[in-house]
Protein backbone atom coordinates (compact mmCIF):
# COMPACT_ATOMS: atom_id res chain seq x y z
CA UNK A 1 0.00 0.00 0.00
CA UNK A 2 3.16 2.33 0.83
CA UNK A 3 4.52 1.69 -2.41
CA UNK A 4 1.54 2.37 -4.50
CA UNK A 5 0.81 5.86 -3.21
CA UNK A 6 5.01 6.79 -4.97
CA UNK A 7 5.01 6.59 -8.56
CA UNK A 8 6.52 7.97 -11.24
CA UNK A 9 4.95 10.92 -11.67
CA UNK A 10 6.69 12.83 -8.44
CA UNK A 11 10.22 12.26 -10.40
CA UNK A 12 8.90 14.00 -13.94
CA UNK A 13 11.46 16.86 -15.08
CA UNK A 14 10.16 19.15 -18.11
CA UNK A 15 13.03 18.64 -20.58
CA UNK A 16 13.23 20.01 -24.31
CA UNK A 17 13.36 17.60 -26.74
CA UNK A 18 14.38 17.63 -30.22
CA UNK A 19 12.88 15.52 -33.38
CA UNK A 20 14.31 12.85 -35.55
CA UNK A 21 15.06 15.08 -37.96
CA UNK A 22 17.41 16.91 -36.02
CA UNK A 23 20.77 16.97 -36.92
CA UNK A 24 24.19 16.85 -35.01
CA UNK A 25 24.24 20.71 -35.01
CA UNK A 26 21.06 21.39 -33.81
CA UNK A 27 21.76 18.47 -30.85
CA UNK A 28 24.81 20.48 -29.94
CA UNK A 29 22.85 23.76 -29.79
CA UNK A 30 20.26 22.52 -27.62
CA UNK A 31 22.73 20.86 -24.88
CA UNK A 32 24.62 24.32 -24.85
CA UNK A 33 21.49 26.03 -24.12
CA UNK A 34 20.38 24.10 -22.06
CA UNK A 35 23.45 23.01 -19.51
CA UNK A 36 21.42 21.31 -16.99
CA UNK A 37 20.64 18.25 -19.33
CA UNK A 38 22.22 14.86 -18.47
CA UNK A 39 19.74 13.69 -21.75
CA UNK A 40 17.94 14.91 -24.84
CA UNK A 41 14.89 13.42 -25.49
CA UNK A 42 14.11 12.47 -28.94
CA UNK A 43 10.52 12.54 -29.45
CA UNK A 44 8.48 12.26 -32.82
CA UNK A 45 4.37 13.63 -33.12
CA UNK A 46 4.58 13.38 -28.83
CA UNK A 47 6.13 9.81 -28.77
CA UNK A 48 9.13 9.23 -27.59
CA UNK A 49 12.27 7.56 -29.30
CA UNK A 50 15.20 7.46 -27.03
CA UNK A 51 17.56 9.38 -25.45
CA UNK A 52 20.53 10.93 -26.51
CA UNK A 53 23.26 10.73 -23.18
CA UNK A 54 25.09 14.69 -23.16
CA UNK A 55 28.55 13.16 -21.59
CA UNK A 56 28.71 10.18 -24.19
CA UNK A 57 27.66 12.92 -26.98
CA UNK A 58 30.00 15.39 -25.76
CA UNK A 59 33.10 13.28 -25.44
CA UNK A 60 32.48 11.77 -29.31
CA UNK A 61 31.85 15.22 -30.89
CA UNK A 62 35.20 16.06 -29.27
CA UNK A 63 37.36 14.00 -31.16
CA UNK A 64 39.32 15.10 -34.05
CA UNK A 65 36.83 15.70 -37.24
CA UNK A 66 33.69 14.14 -35.43
CA UNK A 67 31.94 17.54 -35.01
CA UNK A 68 31.87 17.72 -38.65
CA UNK A 69 30.80 14.42 -39.09
CA UNK A 70 28.09 14.85 -36.81
CA UNK A 71 26.62 17.60 -38.43
CA UNK A 72 25.48 15.49 -41.56
CA UNK A 73 23.97 12.96 -39.25
CA UNK A 74 20.45 13.15 -38.31
CA UNK A 75 19.69 12.98 -33.79
CA UNK A 76 18.26 9.21 -34.53
CA UNK A 77 21.82 7.81 -34.94
CA UNK A 78 23.29 9.24 -31.37
CA UNK A 79 20.37 7.46 -29.00
CA UNK A 80 21.29 5.11 -26.28
CA UNK A 81 21.37 1.88 -27.24
CA UNK A 82 18.70 0.99 -24.42
CA UNK A 83 16.65 3.83 -23.53
CA UNK A 84 14.23 3.04 -20.41
CA UNK A 85 10.48 4.67 -21.39
CA UNK A 86 7.96 4.17 -17.96
CA UNK A 87 4.34 5.51 -17.79
CA UNK A 88 3.97 8.25 -15.09
CA UNK A 89 1.65 5.67 -13.27
CA UNK A 90 4.53 3.03 -12.77
CA UNK A 91 4.90 2.86 -9.26
CA UNK A 92 8.31 4.27 -7.95
CA UNK A 93 9.02 0.25 -6.58
CA UNK A 94 8.17 -1.17 -9.84
CA UNK A 95 10.60 1.55 -11.29
CA UNK A 96 13.52 0.53 -9.21
CA UNK A 97 13.39 -3.01 -10.65
CA UNK A 98 13.22 -1.66 -13.86
CA UNK A 99 16.33 0.55 -13.31
CA UNK A 100 18.15 -2.46 -11.96
CA UNK A 101 17.22 -4.40 -15.04
CA UNK A 102 19.18 -1.68 -17.30
CA UNK A 103 21.86 -1.47 -15.34
CA UNK A 104 24.33 1.89 -15.37
CA UNK A 105 22.36 2.98 -18.44
CA UNK A 106 19.86 3.71 -16.43
CA UNK A 107 21.48 5.44 -13.28
CA UNK A 108 23.87 7.75 -16.00
CA UNK A 109 20.97 8.42 -18.72
CA UNK A 110 17.88 8.44 -17.05
CA UNK A 111 14.40 7.46 -18.79
CA UNK A 112 11.60 9.09 -20.13
CA UNK A 113 8.42 9.37 -18.38
CA UNK A 114 4.96 9.15 -20.42
CA UNK A 115 1.34 9.55 -19.83
CA UNK A 116 -1.17 6.65 -20.25
CA UNK A 117 -1.69 6.75 -23.87
CA UNK A 118 2.75 6.49 -24.41
CA UNK A 119 3.02 10.26 -24.99
CA UNK A 120 6.15 12.17 -23.99
CA UNK A 121 5.82 13.89 -20.64
CA UNK A 122 9.56 14.64 -19.62
CA UNK A 123 12.47 12.58 -18.25
CA UNK A 124 13.61 11.39 -14.78
CA UNK A 125 17.09 10.98 -13.32
CA UNK A 126 18.99 7.71 -11.97
CA UNK A 127 19.75 9.91 -9.47
CA UNK A 128 16.15 10.79 -8.22
CA UNK A 129 15.26 7.41 -8.26
CA UNK A 130 17.99 6.35 -5.73
CA UNK A 131 17.06 9.86 -3.39
CA UNK A 132 12.77 8.86 -3.79
CA UNK A 133 13.70 4.81 -2.76
CA UNK A 134 16.53 5.96 -0.14
CA UNK A 135 13.23 8.55 1.65
CA UNK A 136 10.55 5.70 1.07
CA UNK A 137 12.66 3.49 2.85
CA UNK A 138 13.38 6.04 5.31
CA UNK A 139 9.89 6.46 6.22
CA UNK A 140 9.09 3.00 6.10
CA UNK A 141 11.63 2.37 9.06
CA UNK A 142 9.93 5.58 11.02
CA UNK A 143 6.66 3.96 10.28
CA UNK A 144 7.90 0.50 11.52
CA UNK A 145 10.04 1.76 14.34
CA UNK A 146 7.17 3.53 15.73
CA UNK A 147 4.91 0.55 15.75
CA UNK A 148 7.80 -1.54 17.75
CA UNK A 149 7.73 1.45 20.49
CA UNK A 150 4.21 0.73 21.13
CA UNK A 151 4.68 -3.01 20.55
CA UNK A 152 6.97 -2.53 23.25
CA UNK A 153 4.73 -0.62 25.77
CA UNK A 154 1.55 -3.04 25.28
CA UNK A 155 4.16 -5.57 25.95
CA UNK A 156 5.50 -4.14 28.88
CA UNK A 157 2.23 -3.32 30.63
CA UNK A 158 1.17 -6.92 30.18
CA UNK A 159 3.85 -7.93 32.39
CA UNK A 160 2.82 -5.26 35.20
CA UNK A 161 0.46 -7.64 37.34
CA UNK A 162 3.31 -9.80 37.40
CA UNK A 163 6.10 -7.43 38.53
CA UNK A 164 3.33 -6.03 41.37
CA UNK A 165 2.92 -9.69 42.49
CA UNK A 166 6.23 -10.28 42.82
CA UNK A 167 6.78 -7.28 44.97
CA UNK A 168 3.91 -8.67 47.05
CA UNK A 169 5.51 -12.40 47.36
CA UNK A 170 9.39 -11.61 47.95
CA UNK A 171 11.45 -9.73 50.13
CA UNK A 172 14.71 -10.42 48.31
CA UNK A 173 14.49 -11.06 44.40
CA UNK A 174 15.60 -9.47 41.15
CA UNK A 175 14.16 -10.17 37.46
CA UNK A 176 15.90 -8.76 34.38
CA UNK A 177 14.05 -8.42 31.29
CA UNK A 178 16.40 -7.59 28.45
CA UNK A 179 14.69 -7.90 24.88
CA UNK A 180 17.08 -8.53 21.95
CA UNK A 181 15.16 -6.23 19.24
CA UNK A 182 12.88 -3.88 21.47
CA UNK A 183 10.31 -6.67 21.80
CA UNK A 184 10.70 -10.12 22.45
CA UNK A 185 9.73 -14.00 22.98
CA UNK A 186 10.83 -14.17 26.29
CA UNK A 187 8.46 -13.58 29.05
CA UNK A 188 8.04 -14.10 33.01
CA UNK A 189 4.67 -14.55 34.85
CA UNK A 190 3.85 -14.20 38.76
CA UNK A 191 0.62 -14.59 40.14
CA UNK A 192 -0.24 -14.59 43.95
CA UNK A 193 -2.57 -16.73 45.86
CA UNK A 194 -3.67 -16.82 49.09
CA UNK A 195 -1.27 -20.31 49.73
CA UNK A 196 1.43 -19.77 47.83
CA UNK A 197 2.49 -18.05 44.23
CA UNK A 198 2.85 -19.48 40.60
CA UNK A 199 5.70 -18.19 38.59
CA UNK A 200 7.04 -18.91 35.07
CA UNK A 201 9.63 -17.72 32.60
CA UNK A 202 9.07 -18.13 29.40
CA UNK A 203 11.22 -18.61 26.08
CA UNK A 204 8.63 -18.71 22.84
CA UNK A 205 9.89 -19.33 19.14
CA UNK A 206 11.73 -16.61 17.86
CA UNK A 207 12.52 -12.72 19.20
CA UNK A 208 11.29 -9.11 17.53
CA UNK A 209 7.57 -8.84 16.83
CA UNK A 210 6.78 -12.34 16.05
CA UNK A 211 8.16 -13.53 19.61
CA UNK A 212 6.23 -11.21 21.28
CA UNK A 213 3.22 -12.25 19.57
CA UNK A 214 3.70 -15.31 20.60
CA UNK A 215 4.24 -14.42 24.25
CA UNK A 216 0.89 -12.47 24.54
CA UNK A 217 -0.91 -15.95 23.50
CA UNK A 218 1.00 -17.88 25.73
CA UNK A 219 -0.18 -15.47 28.69
CA UNK A 220 -3.81 -15.52 27.98
CA UNK A 221 -3.94 -19.24 27.89
CA UNK A 222 -1.34 -18.75 31.16
CA UNK A 223 -4.00 -17.49 32.88
CA UNK A 224 -6.86 -19.47 31.68
CA UNK A 225 -4.72 -22.87 32.77
CA UNK A 226 -4.71 -20.91 36.27
CA UNK A 227 -8.42 -20.61 36.77
CA UNK A 228 -8.86 -23.99 36.17
CA UNK A 229 -6.57 -24.49 39.15
CA UNK A 230 -3.71 -26.42 37.76
CA UNK A 231 -1.33 -24.02 40.13
CA UNK A 232 -0.60 -26.71 42.69
CA UNK A 233 0.86 -29.25 39.32
CA UNK A 234 3.06 -27.51 37.46
CA UNK A 235 3.23 -30.65 35.31
CA UNK A 236 0.05 -30.46 34.29
CA UNK A 237 -0.44 -26.84 33.49
CA UNK A 238 2.40 -27.25 31.16
CA UNK A 239 0.06 -30.30 29.31
CA UNK A 240 -2.55 -27.91 29.59
CA UNK A 241 -0.78 -25.27 27.83
CA UNK A 242 0.79 -28.04 25.47
CA UNK A 243 -2.49 -28.94 23.92
CA UNK A 244 -3.90 -24.94 23.86
CA UNK A 245 -0.83 -23.76 21.66
CA UNK A 246 -1.08 -27.21 19.25
CA UNK A 247 -4.82 -26.87 18.69
CA UNK A 248 -4.45 -22.65 18.19
CA UNK A 249 -1.14 -22.79 16.25
CA UNK A 250 -2.77 -25.98 14.05
CA UNK A 251 0.25 -28.05 14.80
CA UNK A 252 -2.26 -30.98 15.15
CA UNK A 253 -5.68 -32.82 13.50
CA UNK A 254 -8.47 -34.00 15.07
CA UNK A 255 -9.93 -37.57 13.80
CA UNK A 256 -13.75 -36.70 13.10
CA UNK A 257 -14.53 -40.15 13.99
CA UNK A 258 -12.66 -40.10 17.22
CA UNK A 259 -13.70 -38.90 20.44
CA UNK A 260 -12.71 -35.44 21.75
CA UNK A 261 -9.82 -36.12 23.89
CA UNK A 262 -7.98 -38.40 21.11
CA UNK A 263 -5.53 -36.64 19.08
CA UNK A 264 -3.05 -37.58 16.03
CA UNK A 265 -0.32 -35.30 15.49
CA UNK A 266 0.43 -34.13 12.04
CA UNK A 267 3.62 -32.85 10.81
CA UNK A 268 2.95 -28.93 9.74
CA UNK A 269 4.84 -27.35 7.12
CA UNK A 270 2.64 -23.62 8.13
CA UNK A 271 3.59 -23.54 11.69
CA UNK A 272 6.45 -25.09 14.29
CA UNK A 273 6.19 -22.40 16.96
CA UNK A 274 6.23 -22.86 20.55
CA UNK A 275 7.98 -22.32 24.01
CA UNK A 276 10.57 -23.99 26.17
CA UNK A 277 9.81 -22.82 30.27
CA UNK A 278 10.11 -23.21 33.91
CA UNK A 279 6.90 -23.62 35.79
CA UNK A 280 6.78 -23.46 39.66
CA UNK A 281 4.34 -23.21 42.31
CA UNK A 282 6.11 -22.11 45.93
CA UNK A 283 4.13 -23.29 48.14
CA UNK A 284 4.26 -21.49 51.48
CA UNK A 285 2.53 -24.44 53.76
CA UNK A 286 4.11 -27.19 52.43
CA UNK A 287 7.52 -24.66 52.18
CA UNK A 288 8.36 -26.61 49.08
CA UNK A 289 8.89 -25.67 45.34
CA UNK A 290 6.97 -27.72 42.95
CA UNK A 291 8.96 -27.27 39.49
CA UNK A 292 8.54 -28.62 36.29
CA UNK A 293 10.21 -27.59 33.22
CA UNK A 294 10.43 -27.63 29.22
CA UNK A 295 13.89 -27.38 28.30
CA UNK A 296 14.60 -25.22 31.31
CA UNK A 297 16.46 -25.87 34.30
CA UNK A 298 15.91 -24.55 37.98
CA UNK A 299 19.43 -23.01 39.17
CA UNK A 300 20.02 -23.56 42.89
CA UNK A 301 22.51 -22.67 45.68
CA UNK A 302 22.79 -22.99 49.29
CA UNK A 303 24.59 -20.20 50.47
CA UNK A 304 25.13 -22.19 53.92
CA UNK A 305 27.78 -24.75 52.16
CA UNK A 306 28.25 -23.35 48.83
CA UNK A 307 26.63 -25.95 47.30
CA UNK A 308 25.00 -26.04 43.56
CA UNK A 309 22.21 -27.57 42.01
CA UNK A 310 21.20 -28.11 38.46
CA UNK A 311 17.27 -29.67 38.38
CA UNK A 312 17.02 -30.15 34.47
CA UNK A 313 13.43 -29.96 33.29
CA UNK A 314 12.33 -32.83 30.50
CA UNK A 315 13.58 -32.37 26.86
CA UNK A 316 10.56 -31.35 24.99
CA UNK A 317 9.29 -27.68 24.51
CA UNK A 318 5.50 -26.94 24.62
CA UNK A 319 3.34 -26.53 21.69
CA UNK A 320 5.96 -28.10 18.80
CA UNK A 321 5.18 -30.56 16.52
CA UNK A 322 7.49 -32.97 17.39
CA UNK A 323 5.97 -33.02 20.73
CA UNK A 324 3.52 -35.64 21.06
CA UNK A 325 -0.17 -34.09 22.30
CA UNK A 326 -0.52 -36.67 25.29
CA UNK A 327 3.30 -35.88 26.35
CA UNK A 328 3.62 -35.91 30.29
CA UNK A 329 5.89 -33.13 31.88
CA UNK A 330 7.22 -34.70 35.55
CA UNK A 331 7.05 -32.32 38.73
CA UNK A 332 10.09 -32.38 40.80
CA UNK A 333 9.95 -30.86 44.78
CA UNK A 334 12.67 -28.61 46.39
CA UNK A 335 12.17 -28.23 49.97
CA UNK A 336 12.43 -24.65 51.05
CA UNK A 337 15.21 -23.92 53.15
CA UNK A 338 16.48 -20.71 54.62
CA UNK A 339 18.33 -18.51 52.48
CA UNK A 340 18.38 -21.01 49.77
CA UNK A 341 18.92 -19.06 46.23
CA UNK A 342 16.94 -20.14 43.37
CA UNK A 343 17.27 -18.75 39.76
CA UNK A 344 15.66 -19.49 36.37
CA UNK A 345 17.10 -17.96 32.89
CA UNK A 346 16.24 -18.47 29.69
CA UNK A 347 18.81 -19.55 26.97
CA UNK A 348 19.51 -16.18 26.06
CA UNK A 349 22.40 -16.07 28.73
CA UNK A 350 23.24 -19.81 28.65
CA UNK A 351 23.56 -19.83 24.97
CA UNK A 352 25.24 -16.21 24.60
CA UNK A 353 28.87 -16.34 22.31
CA UNK A 354 31.40 -14.87 23.49
CA UNK A 355 35.25 -14.66 25.53
CA UNK A 356 38.65 -15.75 24.19
CA UNK A 357 37.24 -18.66 22.25
CA UNK A 358 33.92 -17.71 21.52
CA UNK A 359 31.95 -20.44 23.20
CA UNK A 360 28.85 -20.70 24.98
CA UNK A 361 28.18 -18.53 28.12
CA UNK A 362 27.08 -22.12 29.64
CA UNK A 363 24.77 -23.19 33.15
CA UNK A 364 28.18 -23.74 34.90
CA UNK A 365 29.60 -20.40 34.53
CA UNK A 366 26.24 -18.81 35.02
CA UNK A 367 26.38 -21.11 38.20
CA UNK A 368 29.59 -20.12 39.38
CA UNK A 369 29.35 -16.62 39.07
CA UNK A 370 25.97 -16.52 40.58
CA UNK A 371 28.24 -18.91 43.67
CA UNK A 372 31.11 -15.89 43.70
CA UNK A 373 28.49 -13.16 44.90
CA UNK A 374 25.25 -15.56 46.31
CA UNK A 375 25.80 -13.35 50.05
CA UNK A 376 24.62 -10.19 48.68
CA UNK A 377 21.27 -9.09 48.15
CA UNK A 378 19.83 -10.35 45.19
CA UNK A 379 19.27 -6.89 43.11
CA UNK A 380 23.06 -6.60 43.92
CA UNK A 381 23.82 -10.19 41.91
CA UNK A 382 22.04 -9.50 39.40
CA UNK A 383 23.87 -6.44 38.37
CA UNK A 384 27.39 -8.00 39.00
CA UNK A 385 26.42 -11.29 37.01
CA UNK A 386 24.74 -9.05 34.24
CA UNK A 387 28.36 -7.05 34.08
CA UNK A 388 30.73 -10.08 33.75
CA UNK A 389 28.07 -11.45 31.00
CA UNK A 390 28.22 -8.28 28.96
CA UNK A 391 31.86 -8.49 29.28
CA UNK A 392 32.00 -12.09 28.47
CA UNK A 393 29.49 -11.41 24.95
CA UNK A 394 32.26 -8.18 24.26
CA UNK A 395 31.92 -7.31 20.75
CA UNK A 396 29.41 -10.44 19.57
CA UNK A 397 26.44 -10.36 18.82
CA UNK A 398 23.17 -10.71 21.08
CA UNK A 399 22.08 -14.14 20.30
CA UNK A 400 18.49 -13.97 21.50
CA UNK A 401 15.98 -12.39 24.41
CA UNK A 402 17.44 -12.45 28.07
CA UNK A 403 15.15 -12.86 31.18
CA UNK A 404 16.64 -13.66 34.30
CA UNK A 405 15.16 -14.41 37.54
CA UNK A 406 16.05 -15.10 40.98
CA UNK A 407 15.22 -14.77 44.56
CA UNK A 408 16.03 -15.77 48.05
CA UNK A 409 14.13 -18.24 50.68
Known sequence: MFESQNTVRELLISCPSVSPSFYGNDVLLVLSENAGIISLPVVDEGLPKG????????????????????????????????????????????????????????????????DEQG???GVGTGEAVMRKISEMQAEKNRIVMESINYASVIQTSFLRSSREDMRDCMQDYFIHWEPRDKVGGDYYFCKKFADGFFLALIDCTGHGVPGAFMTLIMASFLDHILLEDNRHDPATALISMNQKVKTALGQISV???????????????????????????????????????????????????????????????????DTPMDFKWTNKTVP???????????????????????????????????????????????????????????????????????FRV
Not at 281 to 293: E, M, P, R, S, V
Not at 300 to 316: F, M, R
Not at 348 to 375: C, M, S, W, Y
Request: proline share 3%.
Open 51 to 114: LINRSTYMDEISKPFRKELYAKKTCIEFIEPVSLIVSENMSIQDLSFKVAEEGSTALKSGFIIT
Open 119 to 121: RYL
Open 255 to 321: ASNQKKDEWIDIDSNDSDDGMDTAFCWIDLNAQQITFAGAKTPLLLINPADKSTTIIEGDKKGVGYV
Open 336 to 406: LTEGLCVYITTDGIIDQIGGPRNIAFGKQRTLNQLLAHVEKPMSQQCTLFLDTFYEYQGSQRRRDDVCFFG
